[in-house]
T-cell receptor, first 115, second 112 residues
Framework: GAVVSQHPSRVICKSGTSVKIECRSL??????MFWYRQFPKQSLMLMAT?????????EQGVEKDKFLINHASLTLSTLTVTSAHPEDSSFYIC???????????FGNGTRLTVT | GENVEQHPSTLSVQEGDSAVIKCTYS??????FPWYKQELGKRPQLIID?????GEKKDQRIAVTLNKTAKHFSLHITETQPEDSAVYFC???????????FGTGTRLQVTL
């Protein structure tokens, strides 16, 4: 149980375009999902906390107008990287808990390359 | 906010030896401390976790210890095997169901 699915696994886009990443909890309802970013050989940095039915909470230094998060249902959160630039190239990973105080489970991640 | 420091950044051990990775945290309100293993290009996988009401937890070759007073916790892997080679991350949560703050990671290399 507690499977988190993320799509796509890889995406290459041109500078200036937008990319949408989906994160789904397959066998549980997730009122809260978390979006992390990981640059090569670095740790996971939290970008934002996605709350179902309300606005996401962004970490300091993360542009909310650039990284749009929508959590329209209890099983789906989306991250849209708008007007992507090469410096946005990274590994984006979503995560969710299946219940209060339970372990965090991660999606497979999306490797974004902006050319 | 929470700050988690992790050492060492790289660790090389011979197969069969033990490996120890240490983390410290800053927020005394933190009460949940998981450890994740991440292989190259893949998702982090939870390998063990401990809550603040427990001082030690063991699962086969893996154990975690927690010292709340000193605000540090450690991962112990015994009888290491080549498949243990990966990057290990510690993390801390400042309150139940809250976001996790990750350490900087330890690249473990188990050599034959």
């Amino acid at each position: 149980g507690a499977v988190v699915s993320q799509h796509p696994s890889r995406v290459i886009c041109k500078s200036g375009t937008s990319v949408k990443i989906e994160c789904r909890s397959l066998d549980f309802q997730a009122t809260t999902m978390f979006w992390y970013r990981q640059f090569p050989k670095q740790s996971l940095m939290l970008m934002a906390t996605s709350n179902e039915g309300s606005k996401a909470t962004y970490e300091q230094g993360v542009e909310k107008d650039k990284f749009l998060i929508n959590h329209a249902s209890l099983t789906l959160s989306t991250l849209t990287v708008t007007s992507a630039h090469p410096e946005d190239s990274s590994f984006y990973i979503c995560s969710a808990r299946w219940q209060y105080n339970s372990p965090l489970h991660f999606g497979n991640g999306t490797r974004l390359t902006v050319t | 906010g929470e700050n988690v420091e992790q050492h060492p950044s790289t660790l090389s051990v011979q197969e069969g030896d033990s490996a120890v990775i240490k983390c410290t945290y800053s927020d005394s309100a933190s009460n949940y401390f998981p450890w994740y293993k991440q292989e190259l290009g893949k998702r982090p996988q939870l390998i063990i976790d401990i809550r603040s009401n427990v001082g030690e937890k063991k699962d086969q070759r893996i154990a975690v210890t927690l010292n709340k007073t000193a605000k540090h916790f450690s991962l112990h892997i015994t009888e290491t095997q080549p498949e243990d080679s990966a990057v290990y991350f510690c993390a801390a949560s400042s309150r139940p169901a809250s976001k996790l703050t990750f350490g900087t990671g330890t690249r473990l290399q188990v050599t034959l």
